[in-house]
């Protein structure tokens, strides 16, 4: 079974820009998370989707946005980035249900100047 | 709203010996999931080892195993005969049972296992 991808794998916007990002699950998962991580702050999570539906969110601003689609692909979008916006972004994917191991993928390397 | 801290930025382990990782959370809930992930430098995240909370016997596997203390709130991993390959950050983290199961992860630890 294929794993987790994301694409892409590295990025480079300037400030003010917006950036999509693509996380396609394990076939079958119909969960996916967003995590930003950065050095000291850990992994930080943004949302979560289930079955096209977002079910949790984390506390980032509203630039920060999501969508998920029928086949379980998800999608994530930083608007007006800025400086700080610079991390590794993680997709995970699980089945969804709540003891389910979480996935991960490589990570896109975002870096904002 | 739930926390988890693991307040040991970085560790050290002499290869073949025993290695302990904290871990404390706070909640209220009493029913949730608590899990060890393993980042190996440049690699991806994998799961280590999981425990259900209303679970009293401690999760293990192979070399890794948990020391939980519920109402202490205490949830950390021991690595024993330390191998090089276990050298990575190692992320504790909490998920709800009950609600939007929410994921909640500590800012990690590094462990180097020296040779």
């Known amino acids: 079974k294929a794993g987790v991808t994301q694409t892409p794998r590295y990025l480079i916007k300037t400030r003010g820009q917006q950036v999509t990002l693509s996380c396609s699950p394990i076939?079958?998962?119909?969960?996916v998370s967003w995590y930003q991580q950065t050095p000291g702050q850990g992994l930080q999570f943004l949302f979560e989707?289930?079955?096209?539906?977002?079910?949790n969110k984390g506390n980032f601003p509203g630039r920060f946005s999501g969508r998920q689609f029928s086949n379980s692909r998800s999608e994530m979008n930083v608007s007006t980035l800025e400086l700080g916006d610079s991390a590794l972004y993680l997709c995970a994917s699980s089945l969804g249900d709540r003891g389910d191991e979480q996935f991960f993928g490589p990570g896109t390397r975002l870096t904002v100047l | 709203a739930q926390t988890v801290t693991q307040s040991q930025p970085e560790m050290s382990v002499q290869e073949a010996e025993t290695v302990t990782l904290s871990c404390t959370y706070d909640?209220?809930?009493?029913?949730?999931?608590l899990f060890w992930y393993k980042q190996p430098p440049s690699r991806q995240m994998i799961l280590v080892i999981r425990?259900?909370?209303?679970?009293?016997q401690n999760a293990t596997e192979n070399r890794f195993s948990v020391n939980f203390q519920k109402a202490a709130k205490s949830f950390s991993l021991k690595i024993s005969d330390s191998q090089l390959g276990d050298a990575a950050m190692y992320f504790c983290?909490?998920?709800?049972?009950?609600?939007?199961?929410?994921?909640?992860f500590g800012t990690g630890t590094r462990l180097k296992v020296l040779a």
């Open positions: 909640t209220s809930e009493s029913d949730y999931y």
């Open positions: 989707y289930f079955s096209e539906t977002q079910r």
């Open positions: 076939s079958g998962h119909r969960s």
């Open positions: 425990q259900e909370a209303y679970k009293q």
């Open positions: 983290a909490y998920r709800s049972a009950r609600g939007t199961y929410k994921y909640i």
